[in-house]
């Protein structure tokens, strides 16, 4: 069966252009219902970001939960991690989560996990998708499901971020500013950090409905440097409208991305004798300067597909307990299950706080390379490796950069492009190679 609805991370689109709509908000909670009940479920969890489509999509899950004869505990806006956390400690069968991550408050989305915090399996998802074909009914009056709110779900995650600190990594002295994107961690992001004796410079904790992402946050980083630079800040962390992302600025103002701080932490648990496996994962486009500074440690590093289900799949194929994207979700499944922004920069913090050192010195132990990416218009979804001309351009590339550099030929999975991506170690020449390699894809496969 092919999906309709699903990508790698729940559904999402346009608010009020399917299927981003209240009727089928209203119809997947009855489908995903009737499927749980089938697995012997009889209570979810939901909760939601600050986007002002959040109260009517809520509303809409709860009344097609409840006529598929499924209990409704409603968290309100939380971060998508700490939906993934309370689902397991709170003995749920499964979370829901309404948000579209660092998108713009005019999408939405919604997402699952699994009773144990995990992304729910493929073959459930498959199993929601078969029962949206069928029409909706409603389970006897004495069957149906009952909503309530569970007032202190926000202190439960509170105290949950702060155990996952490194132990002895107490935060007194810090300074840190702490962006929220206007979204889901405006109230806990703080708490945790003020909790663990930092002084808490936030920004953007003013959500109205509208302002979730507008330049702030993880994807709009440029106001947290002004802020960390306006007040001497030590580090300045960015969420994203969901909190599953980080970004962090150094006392100078420079941006550090995820990869840099996929490296901190590696580092870090091998300092402390805690990476498990001895390896990392990343993905395709993780930078090469990654990969060469772990391997100098003694650390393999695997990469996997874009998106962090697929780093989730490697990291659990390998044993092992660290992984992340340049994007900045970063998991660490032996703090939690999930990426999670507030967890991953306690992480960083405490390698801070442990080495005695600020997080530009932390960084400069890795070199990042210079990376070219140029976004090429296709016909239809061609497949770039079957292309002669395209592989000749890429293998005479190759042979030039030798092992201190890389391509990357990625047909996009959202729209008709193929991602060409040159990295080496000079600035001007990656950019020379991607523009000369996406001029070959073009004349080969270009619309």
């Excluded at 749980?36 to 899950?61: H, N, P, Q």
């Excluded at 939405?108 to 992304?119: E, L, V, W, Y």
């Excluded at 300067?289 to 100098?296: F, K, M, P």
Aim: proline residues 5%; glycine residues 12%.
């Amino acid at each position: 069966m092919t999906r309709r609805y699903f990508g790698t991370d729940g559904v999402r689109g346009r608010v009020g252009e399917p299927p981003i709509t209240p009727d089928f908000f209203l119809k997947l909670g009855w489908a995903a219902g009737r499927v749980l009940v089938s697995e012997g479920c009889t209570r979810v969890l939901v909760g939601k970001d600050t986007r002002i489509s959040g109260y009517m999509f809520e509303s809409a899950l709860e009344a097609g939960l409840s006529a598929a004869g499924v209990d409704i505990s409603l968290l309100g806006p939380l971060p998508t991690p700490g939906i993934a956390y309370l689902t397991r400690t709170l003995n749920a069968c499964a979370g829901v989560v309404i948000s579209a991550s660092h998108n713009p408050y005019d999408d939405n989305g919604i997402k699952f996990f699994a009773r144990d915090g995990s992304k729910l399996p493929d073959e459930i998802e498959m199993q929601i998708e078969a029962m949206l074909e069928e029409p909706l009914t409603t389970v006897p009056a004495a069957r149906l499901g009952k909503a309530e709110r569970v007032d202190d779900a926000r202190g439960r995650y509170i105290e949950f971020c702060k155990s996952t600190a490194p132990p002895g990594a107490g935060l007194d002295g810090l300074k840190i500013a702490v962006d929220c994107a206007n979204g889901a961690a405006y109230s806990v992001a703080p708490a945790v950090f003020r909790e663990l004796g930092a002084e808490v410079i936030p920004m953007a904790v003013d959500p109205d409905g509208f302002n979730i992402n507008r330049e702030c946050g993880a994807t709009a980083p440029q106001a947290l440097v002004a802020l960390v630079r306006e007040v001497g800040a030590h580090v300045g962390v960015a969420l994203d409208g969901d909190a599953d992302r980080l970004i962090m600025v150094d006392a100078g103002g420079v941006v550090v991305d995820g990869d840099e701080l996929l490296y901190i932490i590696a580092r870090d648990r091998l300092v402390r004798g805690d990476l498990r496996g001895g390896g990392v994962v990343g993905t395709q486009m993780s930078n090469l300067g990654l990969e060469l500074a772990l391997e100098e440690l003694g650390v393999e590093f695997h990469r996997s597909k874009v998106g962090d289900r697929y780093v989730l799949e490697c990291m659990k194929a390998n044993d092992l307990i660290l992984g992340g994207e340049g994007s900045g979700h970063i998991i660490c499944l032996d703090r939690t299950t999930t990426g999670d922004g507030i967890v991953s920069s306690l992480q960083v913090l405490g390698a801070m706080v442990g080495a005695k050192a600020s997080l530009s010195e932390l960084k400069s132990k890795m070199r990042k390379f210079p990376q070219s990416l140029v976004n090429v218009p296709v016909r239809g979804r061609p497949n770039p490796g079957a292309s002669e001309p395209i592989q000749v351009a890429v293998r005479k590339i190759e042979s030039r950069l030798g092992r201190r550099g890389r391509v990357l030929l990625r047909p996009s999975g959202t729209e008709p492009v193929v991602r060409v991506m040159v990295e080496g170690e000079s600035s001007a020449e990656v950019h020379n190679l991607a523009t000369e390699l996406a001029a070959v894809v073009g004349a080969q496969l270009g619309a």
